[in-house]
């Protein structure tokens, strides 16, 4: 089993930026086997995929909302993934998740059988 723990979350100002940090453990030697991927829910809202990456692709997924101001990564060499979130507006106010499934195709958009348990971010005005 892979356990996905999210961090980095917090309060930020508008037009601030916070980097977001999904780290794998248990069987990380199947990490490089996965698509992974950010979701984000508001309160009260329905939960949005807001981008997602194949670990040893090349393609990179973006949601509109997102698209030009964040963007994703992973460190190999941590079994982490990244998500970069520049210019953050009040409407980035979410719990941000990070999930993973297995992509045995190169598939970016998969099942996602591991989940974290969310981090906060706040954006004030």
């Known amino acids: 089993q892979v356990q996905l723990v999210e961090s980095g979350g917090g309060s930020v100002q508008t037009g601030g930026s916070l980097r977001l940090s999904c780290a794998a453990s248990?069987?990380?030697?199947?990490?490089?086997?996965?698509?992974l991927t950010w979701f984000r829910q508001p309160p009260g809202k329905e939960r949005e995929q807001v981008a997602a990456?194949?670990?040893?692709?090349?393609?990179?997924y973006l949601a509109d909302s997102v698209k030009g101001r964040f963007a994703i990564s992973r460190d190999s060499a941590k079994n982490t993934v990244y998500l970069q979130m520049n210019n953050l507006e009040p409407e980035d106010t979410a719990v941000y998740y990070c999930?993973?499934?297995?992509?045995?195709?190169?598939?970016?958009?998969?099942?996602?059988?591991?989940w974290g348990q969310g981090t906060q971010v706040t954006v004030s005005s």
């Open positions: 990456i194949k670990w040893t692709g090349d393609y990179t």
């Open positions: 999930a993973a499934g297995k992509s045995p195709y190169g598939r970016l958009f998969v099942p996602y059988d591991y």
């Open positions: 248990g069987r990380t030697d199947i990490v490089s086997t996965l698509a």
